[in-house]
């Protein structure tokens, strides 16, 4: 498994012209974002890009677009990966943004508590790769043609105890994170990134049918289709007879589970599109 800073290299080289180019355009990132916190049922909750203990954001770039989730209580993390990103302003440094801002927050003298996943994706316009750093729960997946053809591995110690980045003592470091991700991805491709209050309440087949409600490349019916996502994992989040995903893998483990799981969720959803200015 490649460390995070060997994979920052690698997309480093993929910027300066070390892969090759499958056609002469450019390619972009379509993304729409939505999300609940799990303590407001009635209605979405949003502050800045934040959904209850979930937060995201969309940062773009003339070489590439960067996506990235986090889960959890360390509210200032996902701040600090931003910030890496918008200082500099390149996508070379986006790419190692989860360890550069891992270990800034260790150098801060302020006591800060509280633990994340995190996923990352970059899109590397020129190459027409994606690249993704992800670890813990959330995750990513990517569909072409109404098929799941890439997917993230979910990282757990055991059952509901996902690998999370924290400040003392580290349950695990950026380094291991699974950043082995590297594919080519197609015009019209789906790249839905989500936290695990998604995942655990939606089987792929449902996330596929409510895809199929995507029919082009326009913003406001991306927009439209995250949200219907996130509102039907949050209602099945709340049903006590429904075998989720999360209450399925508890019986795997053997625990006697049923019905949904109350947590905040956070839908990314992306549409790979030609590059125009």
């Known amino acids: 498994m490649l460390s995070v800073l060997s994979y ?9 012209g070390g892969l090759s180019q499958t056609d ?32 995201c954001f ?35 440094e986006a790419s190692n943004s989860m360890t550069s801002g891992y270990y800034e ?14 996923c990352i994706v970059v899109l590397d316009r020129r190459s027409h790769r994606i690249h993704t750093c992800n670890l813990g729960d ?5 569909v072409r043609g109404g098929e799941v053809v890439h997917r993230s ?5 055991y059952f509901n105890t996902p690998f999370q980045l924290l400040r003392v003592p580290p349950k695990a470091l950026p380094e291991a994170a699974d950043n082995s991700s590297s594919f080519d991805v197609q015009l019209g491709d789906i790249i839905l990134t989500a936290t695990d209050g998604l ?36 209602e099945l989040a709340y049903d006590p007879n429904y075998m989720s995903p999360f209450a399925q893998f508890a019986c795997d483990n053997g625990l006697n589970v049923r019905g949904g799981k109350p947590d905040d969720i956070t839908v990314l959803l992306s549409i790979v599109a030609e590059y125009t200015d």
């Open 24 to 55: 002469g355009r450019d390619y972009r990132l379509i993304t729409a974002s939505c999300g609940f916190g799990k303590d407001f049922r009635k209605g979405i909750l949003k502050k800045g890009m934040c959904y209850g203990d979930d937060a």
């Open 105 to 118: 927050l260790l150098q801060n003298k302020v006591p800060l508590l509280g633990s994340s996943t995190a």
């Open 153 to 157: 591995d979910e990282q757990q110690h």
């Open 199 to 234: 995942f655990d309440n939606m089987p792929d087949y449902m996330i596929l049918q409510e895809l199929k409600k995507l029919k082009n490349t326009n913003y406001d019916s991306i927009q439209q289709t995250a949200r219907s996502i996130a509102e039907q994992a949050h």
């Open 8 to 16: 920052g290299r690698i997309v480093a080289r993929a910027v300066l």
């Open 58 to 92: 969309i940062a773009r770039h003339k070489s590439a677009d960067v996506l990235g989730e986090r889960h959890q209580n360390s509210v200032c993390y996902i701040s600090v990966v931003l910030a890496q990103i918008c200082r500099v302003g390149d996508f070379i």
């Open 138 to 142: 959330s995750g990513f997946l990517v």
